[in-house]
């Protein structure tokens, strides 16, 4: 039934517990018994984000100026921040920084802003790619 719902064959589960995935069956087992056939199965495992203490010391007027994404809103609002700025610096080098980096960047490619990305690794991704690729 999922392939003809109106999102096109994609479920979100959440706030339930994967026990055991069978690959060659395609079957996620949960905790609490019920088993979910899958055609694709992408792995959401949630992180925390971090928080940079240098950011409370700055003035109020340089704080207003920092976004920080931590709600579903904030990247709603991310057009209504890059429409208003002739650059952006995006501060790490995961998933989420790299991500914002990429499409920012797609803009940058035809003169909308300039996008820059810093990181304390070595390369970016580094925490989870090998160094060669980071």
Avoid: W
Wanted: aromatic residues 6%; hydrophobic residues 35%.
């Amino acid at each position: 039934e999922l392939e003809e719902a109106k999102n096109g064959g994609t479920s979100v589960v959440t706030g339930r517990k994967v026990v055991k995935i069978d690959t060659v069956n395609q079957v996620a087992h949960l905790a609490d018994g019920a088993t979910i056939k899958y055609g694709k199965c992408l792995l959401a495992t949630g992180g925390s984000p971090k928080t940079m203490p240098v950011l409370e010391k700055l003035d109020s007027e340089t704080q207003n100026k920092i976004t920080l994404f931590r709600k579903v809103e904030d990247f709603f609002n991310l057009d209504n921040i890059v429409e208003k700025s002739k650059s952006i610096t995006i501060f790490g080098g995961g998933f989420l920084g790299s991500e914002l980096a990429c499409a920012l960047g797609q803009r940058a490619k035809v003169g909308l802003i300039e996008v820059n990305q810093a990181y304390q690794e070595k390369g970016n991704m580094a925490k989870v790619l090998p160094e060669y690729l980071s």
